[in-house]
């Protein structure tokens, strides 16, 4: 039987140290949600969900064939977006979480770490450079009600933490691809 996998594309942060909305900025002619978006196509997934407050990234995930589902609780922090794409996957046997300022990941690393968790999909699958997690980060579907009690700006960090054990690196193609925006120096 084949793993049934979701995604959820967090794109819900308020950019206050970039100083807004980073998600329409492009880098290198490409804003960064849609590089996102293009790393993670909806069709790789059983359901695929884009959490946000903007409705301009809402409409780009609709025309891309995601869920698009308007995050209400934004300023609560990453727990709110967590628990929001969560609940739009249904039925699954694993969820991967993406954050949307990863400029340069590609999906040969996203298909490497989808494949991962289907040959051991009790663990949970981070993808990683030189020993180091980073994002995406698949969690088991038996791991959802911790991921689902999470609040505030914590995020599934706090469900690794408590679940070492089972945690599994998968090397990116390359260490830029882990490598975030925060600042507009970052965009460089």
Same mark, same amino acid.
């Given at each position: %039987? =084949?793993?049934? /996998?979701? &995604?959820? @594309? %967090?794109?819900?942060?308020?950019?206050?140290? !970039?100083?807004?909305?980073? @998600? @329409?900025?492009?880098?290198?002619?490409?804003? +960064? *949600?849609?590089?996102? %978006?293009?790393? @993670?196509? =909806?069709? +790789? !997934? &059983?359901?695929? &969900?884009?959490?946000?407050?903007?409705?301009?990234? $809402?409409? /780009?995930?609709?025309?891309?064939?995601? $869920?698009?589902? !308007?995050?209400?609780? #934004?300023?609560?922090? *990453? =727990? #709110?977006? *967590?628990? $929001?794409?969560l609940s739009a996957l249904g039925a699954v046997d694993g969820a991967l979480f993406a954050v949307c300022d990863q400029p340069f990941l590609n999906t040969q690393s996203i298909l490497r770490l989808m494949n991962a968790f289907a040959e051991s999909p009790a663990s949970i699958c981070a993808l990683a450079w030189g020993g180091a997690r980073g994002n995406p980060v698949v969690f088991p579907q038996d791991l959802f009600a911790g991921l689902s009690a999470l609040t505030g700006d914590t995020g599934g960090g706090a469900v690794i933490r408590a679940h070492r054990d089972r945690l599994r690196l998968v090397e990116a193609s390359s260490p830029l691809e882990l490598r975030d925006v925060d600042a507009p120096e970052d965009m460089i």
């Amino acid at each position: %039987m =084949a793993v049934r /996998l979701g &995604a959820v @594309l %967090m794109a819900s942060g308020s950019g206050r140290r !970039f100083g807004g909305n980073k @998600l @329409l900025v492009p880098v290198e002619g490409v804003p +960064l *949600i849609q590089r996102t %978006m293009d790393a @993670l196509p =909806a069709g +790789l !997934f &059983a359901r695929a &969900a884009v959490c946000s407050p903007y409705p301009e990234v $809402l409409a /780009l995930a609709e025309r891309r064939g995601y $869920l698009a589902r !308007f995050n209400p609780q #934004a300023g609560e922090g *990453i =727990a #709110a977006s *967590i628990r $929001l794409g969560l609940s739009a996957l249904g039925a699954v046997d694993g969820a991967l979480f993406a954050v949307c300022d990863q400029p340069f990941l590609n999906t040969q690393s996203i298909l490497r770490l989808m494949n991962a968790f289907a040959e051991s999909p009790a663990s949970i699958c981070a993808l990683a450079w030189g020993g180091a997690r980073g994002n995406p980060v698949v969690f088991p579907q038996d791991l959802f009600a911790g991921l689902s009690a999470l609040t505030g700006d914590t995020g599934g960090g706090a469900v690794i933490r408590a679940h070492r054990d089972r945690l599994r690196l998968v090397e990116a193609s390359s260490p830029l691809e882990l490598r975030d925006v925060d600042a507009p120096e970052d965009m460089i």
